[in-house]
């Protein structure tokens, strides 16, 4: 599977930007797909994350309320919404699938494949 995130730029703190992630290759397998970031220095931090199969979506904490993912079924591509960016939002963010859902730890804990990322830099 191939992972082309999409969408990342520089935005001004309280704006907002879409992330696009395209999958391509055996996607037929694919349970869940989800953003994980990083920032420099510190460890991978849970985005969030959809079930392929049904939709259901989990949310980290830090961005709980000012994001929204979703997923084009048709053209294996999931989106991620975010408004109300903060500084501390910037980060490199990479789409992933996994074998896990249900908290962040399940997803994180079984990522199968991820892309090369895509930065996102808020300036105030």
């Known amino acids: 599977v191939q992972l082309q995130a999409s969408g990342g730029g520089l935005v001004q703190a309280g704006g907002s930007l879409r992330l696009s992630c395209a999958a391509s290759?055996?996607?037929?397998?694919?349970?869940?797909m989800g953003w994980f970031r990083q920032a420099p220095g510190k460890e991978r931090e849970f985005v969030a994350a959809?079930?392929?199969?049904?939709?259901?979506?989990i949310y980290g904490d830090s961005v709980k309320g000012r994001s929204t993912i979703s997923r084009e079924n048709a053209k294996n591509t999931v989106y991620l919404q975010m408004n109300s960016l903060k500084l501390e939002d910037t980060a490199v963010y990479y789409c992933?699938?996994?074998?896990?859902?249900?908290?962040?730890?399940?997803?994180?804990?079984?990522?199968?494949?991820w892309g090369k990322g895509t930065q996102v830099t808020v300036s105030s």
């Open positions: 959809i079930l392929w199969s049904v939709g259901g979506t």
């Open positions: 992933a699938t996994s074998r896990g859902y249900g908290s962040s730890r399940a997803f994180m804990g079984a990522l199968e494949y």
């Open positions: 290759g055996r996607t037929f397998s694919t349970y869940a």
